[in-house]
T-cell receptor
Framework: DTGVSQNPRHKITKRGQNVTFRCDPI?????LYWYRQTLGQGPEFLTY????????KSRLLSDRFSAERPKGSFSTLEIQRTEQGDSAMYLC????????????FGSGTRLTVV | GQQVMQIPQYQHVQEGEDFTTYCNSS?????IQWYKQRPGGHPVFLIQ?????EVKKQKRLTFQFGEAKKNSSLHITATQTTDVGTYFC??????????FGSGTRLLVRP
């Protein structure tokens, strides 16, 4: 597998329910990022990991959001008590450490909260 | 963090016409990256610029980084329908994460 894989591709959930998304990065990449994108906007940073350590969380990430990357491999993003405002595309990306590398994005998980 | 501003927001061109999108920052950038997102797709890395005044070409695409490292541009010569999508610039901050601009959406009339 040479790409970043995200599951599921689409998720429809009722307001108040919990959802969890998974991201499998490129295996050689140390860094894993989560972004959120709404229609007509650029990706907004949520959080990132270097190996298994979560190094930074955006202020956009309320306490309903939690992300993990056990063993520095795949990552999960959980949203508890979803709200309609959480509806967006959640993008995962991975890269090598350093400033000279671009990100490889996954196809994203589109969340719709009804 | 400081955003990068992109203009225009939209551009609708006739196939064969040229296209340019601009990315501006109020502060000096360490580097700038460009991504393309096709409709319904995800961002795909195009290029990174690091040096002041740097110019890089990829076929019909020309990328420039300003002398003051506060602006960048992407120019497409003789657009094709395959160029349709949204082009994002992104700056790398001090913790090596990318901050994206709002993008320029390119539509090409066949």
């Amino acid at each position: 597998d040479t790409g970043v894989s995200q599951n599921p591709r689409h998720k429809i959930t009722k307001r108040g329910q919990n959802v969890t998304f998974r991201c499998d990065p490129i295996s050689e990449h140390n860094r894993l990022y989560w972004y959120r994108q709404t229609l007509g906007q650029g990706p907004e940073f949520l959080t990132y990991f270097q190996n298994e350590a979560q190094l930074e969380k955006s202020r956009l990430l309320s306490d309903r959001f939690s992300a993990e990357r056990p063993k520095g491999s795949f990552s999960t993003l959980e949203i508890q008590r979803t709200e309609q405002g959480d509806s967006a595309m959640y993008l995962c990306a991975s890269s090598r450490v350093g400033t000279n590398y671009g990100y490889t994005f996954g196809s994203g998980t589109r969340l719709t909260v009804v | 963090g400081q955003q990068v501003m992109q203009i225009p927001q939209y551009q609708h061109v006739q196939e064969g016409e040229d296209f340019t999108t601009y990315c501006n920052s109020s502060t000096t950038l360490s580097n700038i990256q460009w991504y393309k997102q096709r409709p319904g797709g995800h961002p795909v890395f195009l290029i990174q610029l690091v040096k002041s005044g740097e110019v890089k070409k990829q076929k019909r695409l020309t990328f420039q980084f300003g002398e003051a490292k506060k602006n960048s541009s992407l120019h497409i010569t003789a657009t094709q329908t395959t160029d349709v999508g949204t082009y994002f610039c992104a700056r790398m901050d001090s913790s090596y994460k990318l901050i994206f601009g709002s993008g320029t959406r390119l539509l090409v009339r066949p």
